[in-house]
């Protein structure tokens, strides 16, 4: 009988033990070590910002951003329907609101096309999504922020070593943000990063992520409310470890999309990840599948799953989350391209540790 192929297994064959045993030996086990910063500096590096600010989650940076910008209650904030719920619940946290924008097709990002449409003269922000492995179309929305005077929220959570026109995801953003859970290119196990080149944002998110300490007043007196999303230095152990390895990471990922690319040519009624795109190329975060209908994406979802192989299905759009509906929220909006994503799209196993046998074996299921 053929082993379970888990959906995610993440790859942790470089210096992390060593780091790690470095953690214990030293003592150094809280966010006063020695590794966060250089972690934060060496990750900022390799984005090409000036400043990393690292935290306990990539929701945790989504929180920090948002609060860091200081939107006035009730400012506009647009994002895309289609996404994971962090960027909305922490627009919501800092009381602006969400104002969402339709997924392109090919994509699976926010359509660009129908952005300015959607903004009136509470709009202060755009936060883009890159979205499974390829970016935002970039250039249309950075020439609506300048031209509104808008704020860029990027939210790289998937894209560490992904680029758009050759520049670098986490770079476009006043503020964008990384998340280093297990399935991401690099891990911390839970972890997340901040990233910016004002300085004074910067101070303000480390003042964020550290309870609003004062970082030059008395100890303990507060002027305002923060988090500690503090991270480790165990964390950041893990973090350097991988980083050096995020080469080939990201060659592993692409291989991987590129052998599942292979193997499922010729699928009928079930779409395949866009290969690229005038900007980019797909770096396969996850392989995601979408099928005509949704009756057949759940009926190969169980298919697959009766033959021990994992799946995950795709996100659940923004106005459809019950939670926001009992809110009140986006009362009798439809999208129905990111509707259909959600409802027939679910992705292959993708981690990191997947092996060529196991590739093949899903490809096969499928295909039968
Ligand atoms: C993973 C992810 C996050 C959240 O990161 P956590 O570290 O799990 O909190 C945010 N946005 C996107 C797009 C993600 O994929």
Not at 76 to 84: D, L, Q, S
Request: with cysteine; glycine share 8%; proline share 5%.
């Amino acid at each position: 009988m053929q082993k379970p192929i888990p959906v995610n297994t993440p790859w942790l064959e470089g210096n992390e033990l060593k780091y790690l045993k470095e953690c214990i030996e030293t003592g150094w086990i809280s966010s006063e070590g020695p590794f966060i910063k250089t972690f934060e500096e060496k990750m900022a590096a390799y984005v090409g910002r000036n400043f990393g600010i690292a935290v306990s989650n990539g929701s945790a940076a989504l929180d920090i951003a948002l609060k860091a910008l200081n939107l006035e209650k009730g400012s506009e904030v647009i994002m895309p329907t289609f996404t994971i719920i962090s960027p909305a619940q922490s627009i919501l946290n800092v009381g602006a609101i969400p104002v969402l924008i339709e997924s392109d097709e090919t994509t699976w990002n926010m359509d660009v096309t129908q952005i300015e449409e959607k903004i009136t003269s509470k709009t202060k922000a755009i936060l883009v999504v890159h979205i499974y492995g390829l970016p935002v179309d970039m250039e249309p929305v950075l020439s609506l922020c300048k031209k509104y005077n808008l704020f860029l929220i990027e939210d790289a959570a998937e894209m560490h070593g992904q680029t758009y026109n050759k520049k670098p995801c986490g770079s476009f953003g006043d503020i964008s943000i990384f998340s280093f859970y297990p399935n991401k290119h690099i891990t911390t196990g839970e972890g997340g990063m901040i990233m910016c080149d004002n300085p004074q944002l910067a101070e303000r998110c480390k003042k964020l992520r550290n309870l609003a300490f004062e970082p030059n007043g008395r100890r303990f007196v507060h002027y305002e409310l923060g988090w500690n999303y503090r991270m480790t230095n165990m964390q950041a152990a893990l973090g350097l470890a991988q980083l050096e390895r995020i080469e080939e990471h990201i060659k592993k990922k692409r291989y991987i999309g590129k052998k599942y690319n292979e193997g499922l040519a010729g699928l009928k009624k079930i779409q395949l990840p866009h290969a690229k795109t005038a900007y980019a190329e797909n770096i396969y975060w996850v392989y995601g599948l979408v099928a005509e209908t949704e009756e057949l994406a759940n009926e190969t979802v169980k298919k697959l799953n009766d033959s021990k192989i994992g799946t995950r299905p795709f996100f659940w759009c923004m106005h459809e989350q019950p939670v926001f509906q009992k809110m009140g929220l986006f009362k009798n909006e439809k999208y129905p391209v990111a509707e259909k994503l959600a409802r027939n799209g679910f992705y292959l196993p993708s981690g990191l540790g997947l092996i060529d046998d196991e590739i093949e074996i899903v490809c096969n299921c499928l295909m039968k």
